[in-house]
């Protein structure tokens, strides 16, 4: 089924369409497992998931804190106070604001070599933070909602164009560390699991995505990982988007 693109007119709009997707989701899975299964991205999402779950004041009333597990589609292999960490940006922007919620970070004490840097780095213990991190899923894999980024580059997640990671076919979850946007080192969620999820959303605002979302959009080209995760069969797939990031984009 071809994504269906949801376009605000104003960041306000575009984090309050992401927030009742999110409660939409939220109560399906609450009402089928009693759990929502949750995993945000970094980059620009953090400002948008505040905006829509703590700022609004309709969506936060709705939101079931209690009730979420809270994982990453991906994570920099950084502390959790450095500015380059995902769970650091959702903690600023979201979990300081809203009552406890389960939130599963990277294991920080497997941590070797300088912050954010490759050289001196333990390639067995990187590769054992993104093992332990696939533990921590569901055990089917599966998670109800994915809130995904989309990097100018086409990117998602930590899934970068022409990255042999494109290719994994069995792990859920797996370590990176040439990553071309730094910090190298990063775990990502891989095509197996996101392939399984109910529902994929993504969300891309700004002039400067116009560009991407032509090659997505218009030109179909593949070679684009949000591209590839976009065309998925299986989960929902829902753009939101604000007007400048599809002006001149024929949807
Ligand atoms: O490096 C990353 O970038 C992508 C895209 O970020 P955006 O700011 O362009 O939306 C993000 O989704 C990912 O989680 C992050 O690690």
Redesign the pocket.
Known sequence: MAPVVSVGTSSEDVAARVGHHVIKHQDIAIAESGVFRIAV?????GKVLKKALVDDKQIAPLVKWDKWEVY?????LVPLDHPES?YGLLKQNVLDHVPKVVVHPIDVSLLTGKEGELAGADEAKDQEIADKYAELLPKDGKLDLLL?????DG????LFPGHPLLEEKSKLVALIRD?P?PPPR?ISVTFPLLAKATSLAF??EGEG?APTLKKIFEEGDTSLPSKLVSDLVGPEVVWFVNEPAVKGVKL
């Not at 991205?41 to 999402?45: A, D, E, L, P, V």
């Not at 995904?148 to 100018?152: A, E, N, Y």
Request: a positive charge; proline letters at 4%.
């Open positions: 991205s970094g980059g620009s999402m990453f589609s991906d994570e920099r995902n995904l980024g989309c990097g100018p990117h998602t997640c930590s990553s946007k990063r969300i891309a995505k």
